[in-house]
């Protein structure tokens, strides 16, 4: 984090007269890099020129200044050509810094996407033709594809490629991953919006448990292993508020009554000078739920009625 | 006899009179502005700022939502089928739907329709008084349950349903269950705020000709993040979630009808429903066997629904009408499909009583004088009926003793 506080010994910065600059980002979508390098020029094959030397410029959170100064180590330390430079992968970045965030991840896919840029870009310079390489410019998708995501400028085929490359299977996975969808949201479910393209990509494939339920509120999620089977697992709880709920909420004049239990949800009403107190939901859910879950099962939650 | 002619209008759950602010509010609209929104030149974005600006009101009026969060489509009807069937769409992983056996027939039939698609529903009773019971609901949300669907209060007998109790319960079991509440009956009448008072209500329709804007008018909040698919396809209007062009001069409309609504609500509410109290007080004393329906239930101030034992309600409407006096009934007989109010019948008011139901619906616009001619022509109009009734002794003016074995 020196490069946060300005410290020397960073890659923080921009090489003057670069052999390869890309950038990637806007400052309207909230982060952007600029990214340079400058390589050893191989006197006859440009495509053995290696890289000494990469530095950056970045407008973002602190992830985002990490994964650039990550992506200039890697690069740094490894000796590449901007060729074999190009298989860095966003997740090579997020080893490097022994993790990132779930929301954090596009940080790292910026820092991938600016050097691809600064290769294509070094490659144009130097009269190498990728193309004849084999390698994939996607020089088309951002002009010419559909805008799907506007609050991001997001096009159709570079999201068809991100979900493919990272292996995104959710909403909320694309938008960690390139942000897509994570304005104002109205693009995830309209014909043709993520949703869509999602199943267009993985057709075929055995979608994932899709929005899987976050409890599952049978009787099966009784612990399968408890001694309990749902009559006593009740029974327990029954006892447990009779034994050391009802006695102090009786002494304030007001008392609890079981509405229901499904699975381990207690469904609970406070009643008499309880019912009209304020504090009557905080009271249920600090103190009842905490009695419970010590006394009967540590996933018990208690829901207010 | 021309006093007698004038209408006296008492039948507001159904529509409403336009306001003259709302109409004034159009006009502009519907001469001078007509313009696509989504046309590039200088006219056409002044409507599309235009429609922008009563999209920010309305979200305002709702609790300060954000704007984007309301979509605006042709009714009530079509914002029912939007939650309902959107949502069913969007999320194919489960088919079981909650909602009551009261609800509006464009909740109800879209229930329906998925049942025969393979979905369950659960149609949650009512007792007598109208209300829910919060045992049963909690026994039927399962793992399954996609939407719970539950009407904030009900067109025949205005009885209001605890949507902000039921909203929490369906979420604070499981977050992933979507919650919509059709509120055509109270935007406009009861203060609703979807930030603070209603934060988990995903989905809530409305029109606007329940609260004086035009009819060809509604809206549907969608709470950001909300999984529902559009169900009017076409183009990119309403960000793609709504196709066809913006019904400028009723987008307009219904925000100054709401806008309007929301200044004078308190006002309003306390004058209705000192108007409506009385119609009911005095209607009670002077007509004997007579039941007010949800009246032991939390209920709107507006609505009076209520049933004469032993006559039949078209009867009462089409005298009613004679003398100019708009209102409506729960009897089989005007509700064109030969079956009695559903509403009245899942709150087990009796036969004799459901076919004599009428419902009297009061807005800002009736006064005293309104109640006073429905005192005025009310009881004989009764008396008449029951002079007719073979379930009536007109001697004693009450049932005949052997009333209850005719009806059996």
Not at chain 1, 73 to 79: A, K, R
Not at chain 2, 68 to 76: Q, R, V, W
Not at chain 2, 286 to 301: D, W, Y
Request: aromatic share 6%.
């Amino acid at each position: 984090m020196d490069a946060v506080h300005g410290k020397p010994g960073t890659h923080l910065g921009e090489i003057e007269n670069p052999d390869g600059v890309g950038e990637h980002g806007s400052i309207a979508c909230g982060d952007a890099m600029r990214f340079t390098f400058r390589v050893k020029r191989h006197p006859t094959d440009p495509t053995q020129d290696i890289i000494t030397e990469a530095k950056y410029l970045t407008f973002g959170c602190t992830s985002a200044i990490a994964s650039s100064e990550a992506l200039c180590g890697i690069i740094e330390q490894g000796e590449y050509t901007p060729i074999n430079a190009l298989k860095i992968q966003n997740s090579d970045i997020v080893d490097f810094l022994q993790g990132l965030p779930e929301q954090k991840i596009h940080c790292s896919v910026m820092g991938a996407e600016a050097l691809e840029a600064a290769v294509f870009n070094w490659a144009q310079r130097r009269g190498v033709d990728l193309k004849s390489l084999g390698i994939d410019m996607h020089d088309q998708e951002t002009e010419e594809g559909r805008i799907v995501c506007k609050c991001f400028s997001i096009t159709e085929p570079y999201l068809k490629r991100k979900i493919r490359e990272l292996n995104l299977r959710s909403i909320p996975q694309i938008t960690n991953a390139i942000k897509a969808g994570g304005g104002c949201t109205s693009c995830h479910h309209v014909p043709g919006g993520l949703q869509d393209i999602l199943d267009q990509v993985w057709a075929g494939e055995t979608a994932a448990a899709e929005n899987p339920s976050l409890v599952q509120i049978t009787p099966r999620e009784v612990k399968e292993d408890s001694d309990f089977s749902p009559y006593q697992f009740a029974k327990k709880v029954e006892k447990v508020i009779d034994e050391y709920v009802r006695p102090s909420l009786k002494a304030d004049g007001g008392d609890l009554e079981l509405v229901d239990i499904k699975g381990t949800i207690i469904y609970c009403q406070l009643k008499g000078a309880c019912s009209n107190c304020m504090g009557a939901s905080q009271t249920l859910k600090m103190m009842v739920e905490r009695i419970l879950k010590d006394q009967v099962d540590e996933r018990i939650r208690v829901v207010e009625v | 006899m021309t006093d007698l002619m004038k209408i006296t209008y008492l039948d507001n759950n159904a529509t409403t009179q336009v306001a003259p602010e709302v109409y004034e509010a159009m006009v502009p609209y519907l001469t001078e502005d007509y313009f696509n929104p989504s046309s590039m030149y200088d006219p056409a974005q002044r409507t599309h700022d235009a429609i922008s600006a009563a999209r920010k009101k309305i979200a305002d009026a709702l609790g300060r939502v954000d704007p984007k969060e309301i979509l605006f489509t042709g009714c009530a009807t079509e914002s029912n089928n939007t939650a309902i069937l959107g949502t069913a769409k969007a999320n194919h992983n489960r088919k079981h739907i909650i909602t009551t056996a009261v609800e509006h027939p464009a909740v109800i039939e879209v229930c329906r329709e998925l049942e025969r698609n393979g979905y369950s529903v659960t149609y949650l009773g009512v007792d007598r008084a109208g209300n829910l019971d919060m045992r049963e609901f909690i026994q039927a949300l399962s793992h399954n349950t996609l939407l719970v669907s539950i009407m904030h209060a009900n067109n025949e007998t205005g009885v209001i349903f605890p949507i902000e109790q039921m909203s929490r319960i369906a979420k604070q079991t499981d977050s992933a269950i979507i919650f919509h509440t059709d509120a055509t009956q109270t935007v406009g009448k009861l203060p609703i705020d979807l930030v603070s008072g209603f934060p988990y209500v995903d989905l809530l329709s409305f029109s606007g000709h329940k609260l004086h804007a035009p009819k060809g008018i509604g809206a549907l909040f969608i709470r950001r993040g909300t999984r529902c698919r559009p169900f009017m396809l076409g183009g990119h209007q309403e960000d793609g979630r709504r196709g066809g062009t913006e019904n400028v001069p009723y987008i307009i409309g219904l925000s100054r009808a709401l806008t309007l609504a929301m200044e004078r609500r308190e006002q309003d509410e306390s004058y209705i429903e000192k108007l409506r109290d009385r119609l009911e007080r005095e209607l009670v004393e002077k007509i004997p066997s007579v039941q007010v329906n949800g009246k032991e239930a939390p209920r709107l101030p507006n609505t009076l629904n209520i049933s004469f034992h032993y006559i039949e309600g078209e009867g009462m409407l089409f005298q009613l009408s004679s003398f100019g006096i708009c209102a409506s009934s729960g009897s089989a007989c005007t509700s064109g499909s030969l079956e009695p109010s559903h509403v009245l019948r899942a709150m087990k008011v009796p036969f004799t009583a459901v076919h004599g139901s009428v419902r009297f619906s009061l807005s800002r616009y009736n006064s005293d004088e309104d109640i006073d001619k429905v005192l005025e022509v009310f009881p004989q109009i009764v008396t008449n009926l029951r002079n007719l009734s073979p379930y009536w002794d007109n001697e004693k003016n009450l049932p005949r003793s052997d009333a209850l074995n005719l009806v059996k």
